[in-house]
């Protein structure tokens, strides 16, 4: 009887590691501070990647992340290759593409940004028109932004290099996030006082999308959406947000 006493209380030990499970996200390499590449190259760090770890853990799962560019990260999971990927809004062109949680990781101000010169303020998608205005490759815009023919966009590899093609005027306005926008221009000496923030197209809504080929997807869907819920729930996603701004010298946010 002993015997058998001491074999369950093994087991008890032990179970949470055996019950525990190690999956594999892709998750954004350039779009700091949300999620980037370590300096090791290995992982992804940021605040989107902070969340979605914490909401996992609650359901015993632990994730390591795959940094890779957005448009890679988006094209595997579509293609069943990879069963998610941060941070990516819906849009008219997407929404059949990927399995959509029911709530948004986070939400982030997409704003329109221009040399400081210039007067205006207070702009929105439809004062672009007549202009070039900068895009990012893959990123997700707003519908009704992207088929607005009277919009001339001009495709840029990174966020960073529209914010440099704005400075050289080669366009008139770039359209990027606005926290990394900000971090970006304070970073660098060159910009700084030099390009301002302008407008805004939206508050952007950003998910963890899921594939609708990996025969995981529906699962891990589920169980994300459990733990996003808890994490709102105890407070740990407030305590994440507020330490992300502190760490940053942000000013508290609605979201994203």
Same mark, same amino acid.
């Given at each position: ?15 949470? +590691? ?6 594999? $996200? ?14 090791? /190259?290995?992982?992804?760090?940021? &605040? ?27 094209? =595997?999971? =579509?293609?069943?290759? @990879? ?5 990516? %809004?819906?849009?008219?062109?997407? /929404?059949? /593409? ?9 939400? =982030?101000?997409? *704003?329109? &940004?221009?040399? %400081? ?11 672009? =028109?007549? +202009? ?19 919009? *001339? /966009? ?16 080669? $366009?008139? +306005? @770039? ?19 030099? $390009? ?9 809504? &950003? +998910?963890?999308?899921? *594939? ?37 010298? &942000? ?6």
């Amino acid at each position: 009887m002993l015997k058998l006493i001491r074999q369950i209380v093994l087991l008890l030990c032990v179970m949470p +590691y055996v019950l525990a499970e190690t999956i594999t $996200i892709n998750a954004e390499d350039d779009w700091a501070p949300f999620s980037s590449i370590t300096a090791n /190259k290995k992982s992804a760090e940021g &605040l989107s990647v902070d969340l979605v770890r914490a909401a996992f853990a609650t359901q015993g799962v632990e994730v390591r992340f795959m940094p890779v560019p957005f448009a890679r990260c988006l094209f =595997e999971v =579509e293609h069943g290759q @990879a069963v998610a990927c941060f941070n990516a %809004s819906i849009t008219e062109e997407n /929404k059949e /593409k990927f399995l959509w949680p029911s709530l948004p990781l986070l939400s =982030e101000g997409l *704003s329109i &940004l221009a040399l %400081s010169e210039t007067a205006l303020q207070n702009l929105g998608p439809k004062d672009l =028109e007549g +202009y070039v205005v900068g895009t990012t490759n893959g990123y997700t815009y707003p519908t009704s932004l992207m088929r607005n023919k009277k919009i *001339s /966009k001009d495709v840029s590899r990174t966020d960073a290099v529209q914010l440099k093609k704005l400075m050289s005027r080669r $366009i008139q +306005y @770039a359209i990027i996030n606005t926290t990394p926008a900000q971090l970006m221009i304070n970073a660098d000496p060159v910009m700084r006082g030099k $390009i301002k923030i302008v407008g805004s197209v939206e508050l952007s809504l &950003l +998910y963890l999308n899921f *594939s609708k080929k990996h025969p995981d997807a529906p699962r891990l869907l589920a169980a994300f959406e459990r733990g996003l819920k808890t994490i709102q729930s105890n407070g740990t996603y407030a305590r994440i947000r507020r330490d992300f701004n502190e760490r940053l010298g &942000l000013l508290p946010q609605h979201g994203k």
